[in-house]
């Protein structure tokens, strides 16, 4: 090498070192001279228009707002180019929705969406965004503009490739200016709540010619649902389409949607098309998710379906297809659809052996299926021990068909199986102990099945992600619990559900070590005694339903509101009394309980929706207390031994649907505040020793369905007229055995239920 070499390679270094050199600076100086006093004004206008809550725009103070929140500047010119302003708990909440959380119960979608509602921007759009000339990007969803249109000046970004406005409670008519969006590639308008949006036409959509994402979900197109396929179809770009819930109910079979070779994803679920699956379909090869959940399509899944070989989601649930799958030839899920990751196809009209679909499967060299849903369908016979052969299942649904027999030994080898689900079968035989090998499984749902099978500490032991439990079987006690009383499990549940299952007479080890649960069904299940007391203390904070029905309990009442603290020593030193802040559901019937009914009911449950304390040994008054529990939709209290008056005032208990306080010793008058309950549907009072006149007040409550002052021997006075004209939903009436004097009224006649079945008999003395 000559010295000339070396020579040109020193300059060259020299020159890409001060070119780096200088770019590092000018990238430096644009970064640190901030955004332009134009657009950092527009900013601040556009601010000065929406209401923030939740002060998620804080930032935005000071000259850079290149370093604002949700805002991106262009690190060369500085120019604002994104404006990301989404709210992230929405798009939580939508997943929450659709996808579910079983770690979580239903209740805290509830406090899931108050936060997210804090959360919202709200207020009027600013046109001065207008002077952003290079903005590309601009994300609102999931915030809250109170039902204000879409502005149509967002027409004249023309810089826009990317426009999402979804769930962001926009109302009105989608503005024809978004034509002029020449350059976007991504479009999303849709809305959960449906029909918040409409279009007159969609002449507007060609025009956006680069478009390759298109969400329309939600948006109402019935009056173009002749054309909206010749439109969509020139849109040759897109690569994924949805028009969920759109009220789309036809296709036009005279197009072959060929112009779109590109489409990847195409969703059309939640609409009404009543029709066949139309053979177009099968030309766009390129699809990888096809979406017809819930319309009414008929028929079969046509043959040439075996085209979409890149085809990985499959959703078909709820419609009304009903062919036999097994028995095509060859069969429609073999070798074309080997790819298949996602197959719903629950809630049709489908009728084969499971053993046949399944091994439909068997001439795939590798089986792919992750995710298998055939709930509601009229599936036969027993689960195939083929079944183990789907070794990517996470998800697996059968409930809701006809299968019959045990579950296969071959389930244990699903060890990436996350949800099982097998409801409503008349599965009567056993599961074996492979299943404590579903080392992934998170939920089991097993209901209405007649088992006849004893799970085991080999059944359980290896479930270490399981957070929710449920088995109700029909035949009672055949499902039995047969394990060491001081076992300890892996597990730790969030939700256990188990009724007519027999789990021992005593409160095990296994049960009393979760601690993390927010919904306790052990109904039926065989107990007697007493509970732990550190148990119930420990989820009491967290319990949203529990339900300790159909027991041989025989507790102190008093036992499930209190805890005894313990002292140095380990003896009880005091007693605490425990709160249930989130408890919306107390049922205690049919067990052995004692004591009486705690004067402070309304502190310890504040939430409560129903309470059932019926049918125990139960005495004392009913605390005036209930009276503040606002939410209280039932109060059941019959079969008990408690004495007193009612209490006076009714007039909080507005959300009241059903009172049932019969066979008590209950004495006094019928309390008149009880006929402001209008939400009422049953009114259970017979069997005490009530005295008195039917309270005018009740003809408010015009949706009883049931009234029952029977056996009470010292009502008396004249049986009302309004009883057939202002209560019309009435169809219990028995008012036998006590003094009512006079005659049945005309308007009564209108009760369909008033003598014979309901035994109505009005005397003139004692009965």
């Known amino acids: 090498m000559d010295k000339h070499y070396f020579i040109n390679c020193y300059v060259s270094f020299v020159w890409v070192f001060c070119v780096i050199l200088l770019s590092t600076t000018i990238v430096g100086d644009y970064t640190s001279n901030n955004c332009s006093d134009i657009e950092r004004e527009a900013l601040i206008s556009f601010k000065q228009g929406l209401l923030d809550p939740s002060a998620r725009l804080s930032s935005w103070v000071g000259h850079n707002c290149c370093q604002w929140h949700g805002i991106t500047c262009n690190p060369i010119s500085g120019k604002v180019i994104k404006i990301d302003l989404h709210n992230s708990l929405g798009f939580a909440i939508s997943q929450f929705v659709e996808y579910g959380d079983p770690g979580r119960p239903w209740i805290d979608l509830e406090d899931f969406i108050r936060e997210f509602q804090k959360t919202c921007l709200r207020g009027k759009i600013s046109y001065s965004l207008l002077e952003l000339k290079y903005l590309y990007y601009l994300d609102l969803s999931f915030n809250d503009f109170e039902g204000a249109s879409i502005p149509y000046f967002f027409g004249m970004l023309k810089s826009l490739r990317y426009l999402k406005l979804s769930s962001a409670n926009f109302n009105g008519q989608i503005p024809i200016y978004l034509r002029n969006l020449t350059n976007l590639s991504y479009l999303d308008l849709s809305d959960e709540r449906g029909f918040m949006l409409h279009v007159k036409n969609l002449q507007w959509l060609p025009s956006l010619s680069s478009l390759e994402y298109l969400n329309l979900g939600g948006v109402n197109l019935i009056s173009v649902e002749r054309n909206w396929m010749h439109t969509i179809n020139r849109l040759s770009s897109l690569s994924e389409l949805h028009l969920s819930n759109c009220g789309i109910s036809s296709f036009d079979t005279s197009i072959a949607f060929l112009n779109l070779t590109s489409l990847r994803v ?221 076992w300890i499990p892996p597990f730790c549940l969030k939700i256990l559900f188990l009724e007519n299952c027999l789990i021992g007479s005593q409160f095990p080890t296994w049960l009393r070590t979760q601690t993390q649960l927010t919904e306790i069904v052990l109904s039926n299940v065989g107990i007697f005694g007493s509970l732990p007391n550190d148990w119930i203390s420990k989820v009491s904070s967290q319990v949203i339903r529990l339900d300790l029905s159909n027991n041989l309990f025989n507790l102190n009442l008093s036992h499930i509101f209190t805890s005894h603290q313990k002292n140095d020593s380990g003896e009880n030193d005091s007693i605490i009394p425990l709160r249930y802040p989130n408890l919306i559901h107390l049922d205690l019937r049919n067990n052995q309980l004692l004591g009486t009914v705690p004067l402070t009911i309304n502190d310890s449950m504040p939430n409560l929706y129903r309470l059932d304390l019926s049918k125990n040994n139960l005495h004392g008054t009913i605390p005036s207390s209930i009276k503040t529990m606002n939410h209280l939709e039932v109060l059941s209290m019959s079969h008990n031994q408690l004495s007193g008056k009612l209490f006076d005032d009714w007039s909080r208990l507005k959300s009241l649907l059903v009172v049932d306080l019969a066979k008590n010793n209950l004495h006094g008058k019928i309390p008149t505040t009880i006929g402001l309950l209008t939400s009422l549907n049953k009114l259970m009072l017979n069997n005490n020793n009530l005295h008195g006149e039917i309270p005018n007040s009740l003809q408010n409550c015009s949706l009883l369905t049931s009234l029952d002052l029977s056996e009470n021997r010292l009502l008396s006075g004249k049986l009302p007229s309004w009883l057939g004209v202002a209560v019309p939903k009435l169809q219990l009436l028995n008012l036998r055995s006590n003094r009512f004097s006079g005659t049945i009224p005309r308007q009564c006649s209108q009760i369909v239920y008033i003598i014979g079945n309901i035994s109505c008999k009005i005397t003139t003395g004692m009965d």
């Not at 027999?405 to 409503?424: A, R, T």
Request: include cysteine.
């Open 266 to 486: 195409l969703d059309l679920s939640s609409n009404l098309i009543n029709s066949s699956i139309p053979l177009w379909l099968s030309n766009l090869t390129s699809l990888s998710t096809l979406n017809l959940n819930d319309n009414i399509f008929q028929g079969t899944i046509p043959h040439n379906f075996v085209k979409l070989k890149n085809l990985r989601v499959l959703e078909l649930s709820g419609n009304s297809l009903s062919n036999d799958i097994g028995d095509h030839n060859p069969p429609i899920f073999s070798q074309s659809l080997c790819n298949l990751r996602f197959l719903h196809l629950a809630y049709n009209h489908y009728d084969f052996k499971l053993e046949i679909f399944l091994d439909s499967f068997s001439n795939c060299s590798r089986n792919r299926l992750e995710s298998l849903d055939l709930e509601g369908n009229r599936i036969v016979g027993e689960i195939p021990n083929s079944l183990g052969t789907f070794k990517n299942l996470r998800f697996l649904n059968l409930s809701d068909n006809f299968l019959w027999g045990s579950l296969p030994n071959s389930i244990g080898n699903l060890s990436l199986l996350e949800h099982l689900h097998v409801s409503s079968n008349v599965l009567n035989g056993t599961i074996p102990s492979s299943f404590g090998q579903l080392s992934k499984l998170v939920y089991y749902e097993d209901y209405g099945n007649s088992w006849n099978t004893t799970i085991t500490e080999v059944h359980l032991m290896n479930l270490t992600e399981l957070k929710i439990l449920q088995v109700w079987t029909k035949n009672i006690q055949t499902f039995v619990f047969n394990i060491t009383y001081d």
